[in-house]
Protein backbone atom coordinates (compact mmCIF):
# COMPACT_ATOMS: atom_id res chain seq x y z
CA UNK A 1 0.00 0.00 0.00
CA UNK A 2 1.56 3.48 -0.85
CA UNK A 3 0.20 6.60 0.01
CA UNK A 4 1.51 10.35 -1.08
CA UNK A 5 0.76 13.41 1.08
CA UNK A 6 1.38 16.31 -1.49
CA UNK A 7 1.42 19.70 -0.51
CA UNK A 8 2.04 19.91 2.96
CA UNK A 9 4.91 22.15 4.95
CA UNK A 10 6.58 19.10 6.70
CA UNK A 11 8.09 19.58 10.32
CA UNK A 12 11.91 17.60 10.34
CA UNK A 13 14.57 17.16 12.58
CA UNK A 14 16.57 19.90 11.22
CA UNK A 15 14.18 22.26 9.16
CA UNK A 16 10.34 23.06 7.76
CA UNK A 17 9.42 23.13 4.38
CA UNK A 18 7.33 21.92 1.71
CA UNK A 19 7.59 18.05 0.70
CA UNK A 20 5.89 15.43 -0.60
CA UNK A 21 5.89 12.49 1.50
CA UNK A 22 5.42 8.80 0.24
CA UNK A 23 4.66 6.06 2.53
CA UNK A 24 4.96 2.54 1.71
CA UNK A 25 3.81 -0.33 3.71
CA UNK A 26 3.62 1.53 7.03
CA UNK A 27 7.24 3.23 6.43
CA UNK A 28 8.57 6.51 5.25
CA UNK A 29 9.64 5.45 2.11
CA UNK A 30 10.74 8.96 0.48
CA UNK A 31 10.31 12.69 1.67
CA UNK A 32 11.28 14.43 -1.74
CA UNK A 33 8.30 12.10 -3.88
CA UNK A 34 7.58 13.33 -7.39
CA UNK A 35 3.87 14.79 -7.37
CA UNK A 36 2.71 12.56 -9.64
CA UNK A 37 4.45 9.50 -8.33
CA UNK A 38 2.01 6.69 -8.68
CA UNK A 39 0.11 5.39 -5.26
CA UNK A 40 -2.64 3.93 -4.18
CA UNK A 41 -3.73 6.77 -1.88
CA UNK A 42 -2.89 10.84 -3.12
CA UNK A 43 -3.63 13.24 0.05
CA UNK A 44 -3.59 16.78 -1.04
CA UNK A 45 -2.55 18.35 2.08
CA UNK A 46 -2.41 22.18 1.19
CA UNK A 47 -1.89 24.25 3.51
CA UNK A 48 -1.64 22.00 6.30
CA UNK A 49 1.60 20.91 8.49
CA UNK A 50 3.02 17.28 8.93
CA UNK A 51 4.02 16.78 12.00
CA UNK A 52 5.64 12.91 13.18
CA UNK A 53 2.71 11.85 15.25
CA UNK A 54 3.06 12.59 18.97
CA UNK A 55 4.50 10.22 21.73
CA UNK A 56 2.68 10.61 24.85
CA UNK A 57 5.23 9.04 27.53
CA UNK A 58 2.93 9.43 30.33
CA UNK A 59 -0.82 8.47 30.56
CA UNK A 60 -3.06 6.24 33.07
CA UNK A 61 -5.59 4.43 30.95
CA UNK A 62 -7.00 2.85 34.23
CA UNK A 63 -7.00 -0.91 32.36
CA UNK A 64 -7.76 -3.23 34.30
CA UNK A 65 -9.56 -2.28 37.47
CA UNK A 66 -10.73 0.47 36.98
CA UNK A 67 -11.81 0.82 33.72
CA UNK A 68 -15.33 2.74 34.67
CA UNK A 69 -13.04 6.00 34.51
CA UNK A 70 -11.17 4.58 31.05
CA UNK A 71 -9.67 1.75 29.40
CA UNK A 72 -7.44 0.92 26.53
CA UNK A 73 -9.56 1.48 23.78
CA UNK A 74 -11.24 4.80 24.77
CA UNK A 75 -8.29 6.18 25.80
CA UNK A 76 -6.35 5.43 22.47
CA UNK A 77 -9.16 7.07 20.73
CA UNK A 78 -8.81 10.02 22.75
CA UNK A 79 -5.39 9.63 21.39
CA UNK A 80 -5.63 9.52 17.71
CA UNK A 81 -8.01 12.35 18.10
CA UNK A 82 -5.36 14.48 19.38
CA UNK A 83 -2.73 13.45 17.19
CA UNK A 84 -1.03 11.04 19.42
CA UNK A 85 0.61 8.00 18.25
CA UNK A 86 2.12 6.27 20.69
CA UNK A 87 1.72 6.36 24.19
CA UNK A 88 3.80 4.53 27.36
CA UNK A 89 1.32 3.80 29.81
CA UNK A 90 2.35 3.87 33.78
CA UNK A 91 1.76 0.89 36.07
CA UNK A 92 -0.82 1.85 39.22
CA UNK A 93 -3.64 -0.54 37.86
CA UNK A 94 -5.37 -2.74 39.60
CA UNK A 95 -3.62 -5.22 40.03
CA UNK A 96 -0.54 -3.16 39.58
CA UNK A 97 2.40 -3.75 36.23
CA UNK A 98 4.97 -5.58 38.90
CA UNK A 99 5.59 -8.72 37.35
CA UNK A 100 6.15 -9.66 33.89
CA UNK A 101 3.21 -11.61 34.04
CA UNK A 102 1.11 -8.92 33.91
CA UNK A 103 3.14 -6.54 31.61
CA UNK A 104 2.85 -9.00 28.88
CA UNK A 105 -1.46 -9.54 29.78
CA UNK A 106 -1.39 -5.54 29.15
CA UNK A 107 0.36 -5.63 25.90
CA UNK A 108 -1.97 -8.76 24.92
CA UNK A 109 -5.34 -6.91 25.92
CA UNK A 110 -3.46 -3.59 23.91
CA UNK A 111 -3.28 -5.11 20.61
CA UNK A 112 -7.11 -6.44 20.60
CA UNK A 113 -8.09 -2.80 21.69
CA UNK A 114 -5.84 0.15 20.93
CA UNK A 115 -6.12 2.13 17.87
CA UNK A 116 -2.80 3.70 18.40
CA UNK A 117 0.38 2.66 19.13
CA UNK A 118 1.58 1.31 22.99
CA UNK A 119 4.10 0.49 25.47
CA UNK A 120 3.92 -0.01 29.17
CA UNK A 121 6.14 0.34 32.50
CA UNK A 122 7.09 -2.06 35.20
CA UNK A 123 6.26 -0.82 38.62
CA UNK A 124 8.78 -0.79 40.91
CA UNK A 125 8.05 -2.13 44.19
CA UNK A 126 10.33 -2.34 47.70
CA UNK A 127 10.66 -5.98 46.93
CA UNK A 128 10.33 -6.51 43.40
CA UNK A 129 14.25 -5.82 41.94
CA UNK A 130 14.65 -9.51 40.17
CA UNK A 131 11.53 -8.85 38.05
CA UNK A 132 13.07 -4.90 37.35
CA UNK A 133 16.52 -6.57 36.15
CA UNK A 134 15.26 -9.13 33.81
CA UNK A 135 12.23 -7.12 32.38
CA UNK A 136 11.71 -6.73 28.62
CA UNK A 137 9.33 -5.35 25.72
CA UNK A 138 8.96 -2.49 28.08
CA UNK A 139 10.64 1.48 28.08
CA UNK A 140 11.66 1.36 31.57
CA UNK A 141 11.07 1.51 35.31
CA UNK A 142 8.49 3.64 37.09
CA UNK A 143 8.97 4.57 40.77
CA UNK A 144 6.91 6.16 43.04
CA UNK A 145 8.71 8.10 45.28
CA UNK A 146 5.60 9.37 47.05
CA UNK A 147 1.58 9.97 46.22
CA UNK A 148 0.82 6.04 46.02
CA UNK A 149 -1.00 3.52 47.69
CA UNK A 150 0.00 -0.15 48.55
CA UNK A 151 3.25 -1.95 47.50
CA UNK A 152 4.03 0.28 44.91
CA UNK A 153 5.31 3.13 47.24
CA UNK A 154 8.91 3.12 47.09
CA UNK A 155 10.55 5.17 49.71
CA UNK A 156 12.89 3.89 51.65
CA UNK A 157 16.57 4.17 50.79
CA UNK A 158 17.42 0.94 51.24
CA UNK A 159 14.91 -0.33 48.47
CA UNK A 160 15.90 2.61 46.18
CA UNK A 161 19.88 1.83 46.25
CA UNK A 162 19.15 -1.62 45.18
CA UNK A 163 16.42 -0.73 42.08
CA UNK A 164 18.87 1.84 41.21
CA UNK A 165 22.11 -0.48 41.61
CA UNK A 166 20.76 -3.61 40.23
CA UNK A 167 18.47 -2.84 37.34
CA UNK A 168 19.54 -1.10 33.85
CA UNK A 169 16.48 -0.26 31.75
CA UNK A 170 15.92 3.89 32.56
CA UNK A 171 14.14 4.75 35.70
CA UNK A 172 11.33 7.75 35.62
CA UNK A 173 9.66 8.33 38.90
CA UNK A 174 6.69 10.40 40.72
CA UNK A 175 9.02 12.46 42.81
CA UNK A 176 7.18 14.21 45.74
CA UNK A 177 8.65 13.14 49.27
CA UNK A 178 6.48 11.34 51.50
CA UNK A 179 7.58 12.48 54.68
CA UNK A 180 7.25 16.51 54.29
CA UNK A 181 3.74 15.85 52.56
CA UNK A 182 2.63 14.15 55.68
CA UNK A 183 3.80 16.77 57.87
CA UNK A 184 2.16 18.88 55.66
CA UNK A 185 -0.58 17.64 55.98
CA UNK A 186 -0.79 16.67 59.66
CA UNK A 187 0.01 20.61 60.12
CA UNK A 188 -3.25 21.61 58.01
CA UNK A 189 -5.87 18.51 59.95
CA UNK A 190 -5.27 16.71 56.34
CA UNK A 191 -6.28 20.09 54.48
CA UNK A 192 -10.03 20.91 53.80
CA UNK A 193 -9.80 23.26 50.57
CA UNK A 194 -7.95 22.58 47.26
CA UNK A 195 -5.66 25.28 47.64
CA UNK A 196 -4.16 23.38 50.30
CA UNK A 197 -3.54 20.87 48.01
CA UNK A 198 -0.86 22.73 47.03
CA UNK A 199 0.51 23.70 50.41
CA UNK A 200 0.60 20.20 51.50
CA UNK A 201 1.95 19.07 48.34
CA UNK A 202 4.26 22.14 47.98
CA UNK A 203 7.61 23.08 46.57
CA UNK A 204 9.67 21.62 49.16
CA UNK A 205 8.08 17.95 48.91
CA UNK A 206 8.99 18.10 45.05
CA UNK A 207 12.51 19.44 44.86
CA UNK A 208 13.37 17.15 48.29
CA UNK A 209 12.28 13.94 46.42
CA UNK A 210 13.79 15.01 42.40
CA UNK A 211 17.11 15.85 44.55
CA UNK A 212 17.15 12.49 46.28
CA UNK A 213 16.22 10.11 42.82
CA UNK A 214 18.99 12.30 41.09
CA UNK A 215 21.84 11.74 43.79
CA UNK A 216 20.55 8.00 42.88
CA UNK A 217 21.05 8.41 39.24
CA UNK A 218 24.23 9.80 39.64
CA UNK A 219 25.88 7.54 42.13
CA UNK A 220 24.80 4.43 40.38
CA UNK A 221 25.36 5.95 36.77
CA UNK A 222 21.59 4.95 35.83
CA UNK A 223 19.65 6.79 33.39
CA UNK A 224 16.61 8.84 35.20
CA UNK A 225 13.90 10.84 34.03
CA UNK A 226 11.94 12.99 36.22
CA UNK A 227 8.49 13.03 35.14
CA UNK A 228 5.47 16.37 35.81
CA UNK A 229 8.07 18.88 37.03
CA UNK A 230 5.98 21.31 38.82
CA UNK A 231 7.83 23.96 40.30
CA UNK A 232 10.58 26.39 39.49
CA UNK A 233 13.14 25.07 41.98
CA UNK A 234 13.22 22.10 39.92
CA UNK A 235 14.50 23.57 37.31
CA UNK A 236 16.57 25.24 38.48
CA UNK A 237 18.36 22.17 40.18
CA UNK A 238 18.42 20.61 37.06
CA UNK A 239 20.27 22.71 35.01
CA UNK A 240 23.45 21.07 37.35
CA UNK A 241 22.36 17.99 36.25
CA UNK A 242 24.67 15.74 34.83
CA UNK A 243 23.45 14.10 30.82
CA UNK A 244 22.13 11.38 32.46
CA UNK A 245 19.06 13.12 33.60
CA UNK A 246 16.37 14.01 31.59
CA UNK A 247 12.88 15.93 32.63
CA UNK A 248 9.60 16.73 31.21
CA UNK A 249 6.73 18.80 31.70
CA UNK A 250 2.53 18.46 31.42
CA UNK A 251 0.02 21.15 30.23
CA UNK A 252 -1.22 21.80 33.17
CA UNK A 253 1.74 22.91 35.03
CA UNK A 254 2.71 25.15 32.34
CA UNK A 255 -1.17 26.73 31.79
CA UNK A 256 -2.65 26.72 35.42
CA UNK A 257 -1.85 27.55 38.67
CA UNK A 258 -3.23 27.89 42.40
CA UNK A 259 -5.22 30.85 40.93
CA UNK A 260 -7.37 28.79 39.19
CA UNK A 261 -9.17 26.94 41.99
CA UNK A 262 -11.49 29.44 42.90
CA UNK A 263 -12.77 28.80 39.30
CA UNK A 264 -11.70 25.15 38.69
CA UNK A 265 -12.05 23.88 42.03
CA UNK A 266 -10.81 19.62 42.26
CA UNK A 267 -10.62 19.73 38.18
CA UNK A 268 -6.88 20.90 38.77
CA UNK A 269 -6.60 19.21 41.76
CA UNK A 270 -2.97 17.00 40.20
CA UNK A 271 0.05 15.18 42.15
CA UNK A 272 2.14 16.94 41.70
CA UNK A 273 -0.23 20.05 42.76
CA UNK A 274 -0.19 22.90 40.52
CA UNK A 275 1.99 25.83 42.00
CA UNK A 276 2.35 29.85 41.03
CA UNK A 277 2.48 31.70 37.83
CA UNK A 278 6.38 32.32 38.48
CA UNK A 279 6.37 28.14 38.38
CA UNK A 280 4.43 28.32 35.07
CA UNK A 281 7.05 30.44 34.10
CA UNK A 282 9.92 28.74 35.00
CA UNK A 283 9.12 25.86 33.80
CA UNK A 284 8.35 27.48 30.46
CA UNK A 285 11.72 28.97 30.51
CA UNK A 286 13.47 25.32 31.15
CA UNK A 287 11.49 23.96 28.55
CA UNK A 288 13.13 26.84 26.05
CA UNK A 289 16.45 26.57 27.58
CA UNK A 290 16.90 22.49 27.13
CA UNK A 291 16.49 22.45 30.59
CA UNK A 292 13.39 20.07 30.31
CA UNK A 293 13.20 18.15 27.05
CA UNK A 294 9.95 16.57 26.97
CA UNK A 295 6.16 17.57 27.11
CA UNK A 296 3.41 15.15 28.19
CA UNK A 297 0.21 15.11 29.67
CA UNK A 298 -0.08 12.75 32.76
CA UNK A 299 -3.44 11.94 31.75
CA UNK A 300 -5.26 10.84 34.70
CA UNK A 301 -8.80 10.77 34.17
CA UNK A 302 -12.04 10.04 37.06
CA UNK A 303 -15.52 10.55 36.46
CA UNK A 304 -16.69 13.95 37.49
CA UNK A 305 -19.06 12.24 40.29
CA UNK A 306 -16.11 11.41 41.72
CA UNK A 307 -14.16 15.04 41.08
CA UNK A 308 -17.58 16.48 42.85
CA UNK A 309 -16.53 15.83 46.16
CA UNK A 310 -14.80 17.63 48.97
CA UNK A 311 -11.33 18.12 49.56
CA UNK A 312 -9.90 15.67 50.51
CA UNK A 313 -12.53 12.89 49.27
CA UNK A 314 -12.20 14.19 46.23
CA UNK A 315 -9.04 12.66 43.73
CA UNK A 316 -6.37 13.99 42.11
CA UNK A 317 -5.65 13.49 38.26
CA UNK A 318 -7.06 15.48 35.20
CA UNK A 319 -7.76 14.24 31.88
CA UNK A 320 -5.36 15.64 28.39
CA UNK A 321 -4.48 13.63 26.01
CA UNK A 322 -6.84 14.69 23.10
CA UNK A 323 -5.62 18.38 23.74
CA UNK A 324 -2.38 18.69 24.33
CA UNK A 325 -0.82 18.97 20.93
CA UNK A 326 -3.88 22.06 20.46
CA UNK A 327 -2.93 23.01 23.50
CA UNK A 328 0.71 23.38 22.26
CA UNK A 329 -0.84 24.31 18.94
CA UNK A 330 -2.26 27.53 20.54
CA UNK A 331 1.10 28.45 22.40
CA UNK A 332 2.77 28.09 19.19
CA UNK A 333 0.21 30.70 17.99
CA UNK A 334 0.30 33.15 20.45
CA UNK A 335 4.23 33.63 20.20
CA UNK A 336 5.57 31.56 23.31
CA UNK A 337 7.36 28.48 20.96
CA UNK A 338 8.30 27.70 17.85
CA UNK A 339 6.53 25.05 16.10
CA UNK A 340 9.87 22.97 15.69
CA UNK A 341 10.30 22.88 19.37
CA UNK A 342 7.09 21.37 20.14
CA UNK A 343 7.84 18.48 17.66
CA UNK A 344 11.21 18.42 19.47
CA UNK A 345 9.26 18.15 23.22
CA UNK A 346 6.40 15.89 22.21
CA UNK A 347 7.84 13.96 19.14
CA UNK A 348 11.59 13.55 18.76
CA UNK A 349 12.64 13.97 22.57
CA UNK A 350 10.38 10.76 24.04
CA UNK A 351 11.75 8.48 21.52
CA UNK A 352 15.20 9.63 22.46
CA UNK A 353 14.21 9.43 25.90
CA UNK A 354 12.99 5.97 26.03
CA UNK A 355 14.72 4.86 22.97
CA UNK A 356 11.71 3.98 20.98
CA UNK A 357 12.79 2.13 17.33
CA UNK A 358 12.09 4.35 14.25
CA UNK A 359 9.45 6.77 15.65
CA UNK A 360 9.74 11.16 16.56
CA UNK A 361 10.59 12.14 12.93
CA UNK A 362 9.50 12.61 9.50
CA UNK A 363 12.90 10.92 7.86
CA UNK A 364 13.06 7.93 5.34
CA UNK A 365 12.51 4.12 7.52
CA UNK A 366 10.79 5.44 9.79
CA UNK A 367 7.27 4.05 10.86
CA UNK A 368 4.63 6.23 9.54
CA UNK A 369 3.24 7.40 12.47
CA UNK A 370 2.31 11.17 11.35
CA UNK A 371 -0.14 13.91 12.07
CA UNK A 372 -1.42 16.90 9.17
CA UNK A 373 -2.31 19.96 11.67
CA UNK A 374 -4.76 22.90 10.57
CA UNK A 375 -2.63 25.55 11.70
CA UNK A 376 -5.51 28.16 11.68
CA UNK A 377 -8.04 25.98 12.30
CA UNK A 378 -9.53 27.39 15.56
CA UNK A 379 -12.38 25.21 18.13
CA UNK A 380 -13.43 25.09 21.36
CA UNK A 381 -13.13 22.37 23.73
CA UNK A 382 -16.41 21.02 25.07
CA UNK A 383 -17.23 18.15 27.32
CA UNK A 384 -19.74 17.14 25.33
CA UNK A 385 -16.75 16.20 22.35
CA UNK A 386 -14.77 14.64 24.35
CA UNK A 387 -13.65 11.13 23.00
CA UNK A 388 -12.06 10.32 27.07
CA UNK A 389 -14.40 8.38 28.70
CA UNK A 390 -14.72 10.44 31.91
CA UNK A 391 -16.13 12.87 29.37
CA UNK A 392 -15.02 15.86 30.66
CA UNK A 393 -11.57 18.70 30.44
CA UNK A 394 -10.67 21.30 32.42
CA UNK A 395 -10.17 23.00 29.78
CA UNK A 396 -14.21 23.00 29.11
CA UNK A 397 -14.99 26.11 27.05
CA UNK A 398 -11.37 27.25 25.84
CA UNK A 399 -11.20 28.12 22.24
CA UNK A 400 -7.57 27.06 20.79
CA UNK A 401 -6.25 27.60 17.39
CA UNK A 402 -4.00 24.56 15.66
CA UNK A 403 -5.90 21.46 15.61
CA UNK A 404 -4.76 17.92 14.53
CA UNK A 405 -6.94 17.13 11.49
CA UNK A 406 -5.86 13.89 10.58
CA UNK A 407 -3.65 11.22 12.02
CA UNK A 408 -1.84 8.07 10.53
CA UNK A 409 -0.42 4.78 12.66
CA UNK A 410 2.04 3.01 10.29
CA UNK A 411 0.46 4.80 7.27
CA UNK A 412 -3.56 4.39 8.23
CA UNK A 413 -5.76 6.91 8.46
CA UNK A 414 -6.95 6.36 12.02
CA UNK A 415 -8.73 9.70 12.55
CA UNK A 416 -10.25 12.45 10.14
CA UNK A 417 -13.43 14.42 9.55
CA UNK A 418 -13.48 14.56 13.06
CA UNK A 419 -13.99 10.59 13.51
CA UNK A 420 -11.92 7.92 14.83
CA UNK A 421 -11.35 4.59 12.55
CA UNK A 422 -11.83 2.10 15.12
CA UNK A 423 -10.49 -0.77 12.85
CA UNK A 424 -7.26 0.53 12.66
CA UNK A 425 -5.09 -1.41 15.60
CA UNK A 426 -1.66 -0.06 16.66
CA UNK A 427 1.75 -1.85 17.54
CA UNK A 428 3.81 -2.31 20.34
CA UNK A 429 6.55 0.10 20.26
CA UNK A 430 9.69 -1.48 20.22
CA UNK A 431 12.84 0.02 22.06
CA UNK A 432 16.51 0.16 20.72
CA UNK A 433 18.46 -0.74 23.71
Not at 3 to 18: C, S
Not at 94 to 109: G, N, S, W, Y
Amino acid sequence: MKTLITGATVVFPDETKAANILVEDGKIADINADADVVADDVIDATGLHLLPGVIDDQVHFRDPGLTHKEDLATGSRACAKGGVTTFLEMPNTKPATITIDALHTKLDVAAEKCVVNYGFYIGATPDNVEVLAAAERTPGIKIFIGSSTGNLLVDQQAALERIFGESSLPICAHCEDEATVRANAERLNGGSTWTHHSQIRDHAAALIATKRAVDLADRHQHRFHVLHVSTGDEVKFLRTCSDLITAEACPHHLLFHIGDYERLGSLVQMNPSIKTEADNEEIWAGLLDGTIEVVATDHAPHTLEEKDQPYPQSPSGLPAVENSLALMLNEVNSGRCTLQQVVSWMCEAPARVWNIADKGRIAPGYDADLVLVDMNKTDTVLNENQLTKSGWSPWHGTTLQGWAVRTFVHGETVFVDGQVRENVRGREATYDR
